[in-house]
């Protein structure tokens, strides 16, 4: 579609934004024909991708840049944008907090709003009983239909406080699925967090962007890695919980993008020092830098979670969050052993150079 919310044109502009924001950047890898991007092997993953390189590279950007495509499959094994679909134990279901607990949990909760709203539409439409599946495809209508159309009646159809209700059922069917109430999560997560790790300590020796698209629950799996958004207990399902952290309208919108930056500060002054015979010249030692990374989730620097060591820009220091790196995969399951991936395929995430 290309309708004024199917995602087309807010894909072109986050290439021209970014291509102002990293125009260095940018130079510096079109210099060097460092100039590949991934995308998983989705429509509509491609296709964002070809729109954000129409903006960032320039409208003939098949002439400067390569897409490559990563397949959804198991047999990727580590080596993939999509640690979920790659995963036999989740994708598969073999464990029950494989993909369809976040179902699960959404349906234990949808039933605590949509009798009411079922009710309702009984007492408009004598002869009509709607069940409760049909009634949240109602409301999923809505979003669909005006990313299609542009607009939806179907918005008119419910209150605030349904609309508050579908919202928190759509949260917890992430945050089960694909969030920190999944523990194949945070495991999936860490295989971009440790090839993006390793790409920050070689810095431009490695290359200068690294663009990758894929869907949102990948995105969650690596801020569950992060332990960001986490929540001081699991969400409810038996209830609206409000007072929440984890909103998927704040943390993967249309369009969601989190950027780790890797740049560098002066490290302290340096020393200097004055000789009474030239007491005109003053000498200093060399100014030194040092390298840091923060985190910008669509466009705001958030702070990385026990990496908050008071570093200039809202970031942490490289060598902090190497650290920090390590120890979260020291404290998550094997991602490899948790899905009983097949032997010999990839173990690490090999396509990012």
């Known amino acids: 579609s290309t309708g004024p919310f199917a995602g087309t044109l807010q894909a072109f502009k986050a290439g021209t934004t970014f291509r102002t924001r990293y125009k260095a950047l940018l130079d510096r890898a079109l210099d060097q024909r460092q100039t590949s991007f991934w995308a998983s092997d989705s429509p509509r993953c491609i296709d964002t991708a070809r ?5 960032f590279f320039g409208l003939e950007w098949n002439d400067t840049a390569s897409l490559h495509i990563i397949p959804e499959s198991v047999d990727q094994g580590a080596n993939t944008l999509t640690p ?14 494989g993909r369809e607990f976040g179902n699960r949990q959404l349906k234990a909760f949808r039933s605590s709003y949509l009798l009411k709203i079922r009710g309702r539409f009984a007492a408009d439409s004598p002869g009509f ?18 990313l299609v159309k542009g607009d939806s009646k179907w918005c008119d159809v419910f209150a605030r406080d349904e609309w508050e209700s579908f919202e928190y059922a759509r949260d917890l069917l992430h945050y089960y699925r694909a969030g920190p109430g999944n523990p194949f999560a945070a495991p999936g997560g860490m295989l971009w967090l440790k090839a993006t790790a390793e790409l920050m300590l070689r810095g ?4 200068n962007l690294f663009f990758s698209f894929n869907h949102d629950g990948d995105i969650l799996n690596l801020l569950s890695a992060l332990q960001l958004f986490e929540e001081p207990e699991d969400l409810p ?17 249309m369009g969601a993008r ?3 930056e890797r740049y560098v500060c002066p490290s302290s002054p340096p020393q200097c020092w004055t000789n009474e015979l030239y007491p005109n010249h003053e000498h200093c030692e060399e100014q030194m830098y040092e390298p840091y990374v923060r985190l910008s989730i669509n466009d705001g620097i958030v702070p990385i979670p026990r990496c908050q060591d008071g570093s200039p820009g809202g970031g942490c220091l490289l060598s902090n969050l190497l650290s920090l790196v390590n120890l979260r995969d020291q404290e998550t399951p ?20």
């Open 51 to 55: 729109y954000f390189a129409a903006g």
């Open 258 to 260: 989190v950027v780790l």
């Open 129 to 146: 009983l709607f069940d409760e599946s049909e009634i949240y495809s109602m409301q999923e209508y809505c979003a669909f239909e005006t």
């Open 84 to 97: 979920g679909r790659a995963c036999p134990n989740w994708i598969k279901n073999r464990n029950e907090r």
């Open 334 to 353: 094997d991602w490899a052993t948790l899905c009983d991936a097949e032997e010999g395929l990839p173990k690490r995430v090999e396509f990012l150079h």
């Open 237 to 253: 399902i038996d209830r609206v919980k409000h007072d929440r952290t984890w909103r998927l309208s704040d943390v993967t919108p």
């Open 204 to 207: 431009s020796e490695a290359g």
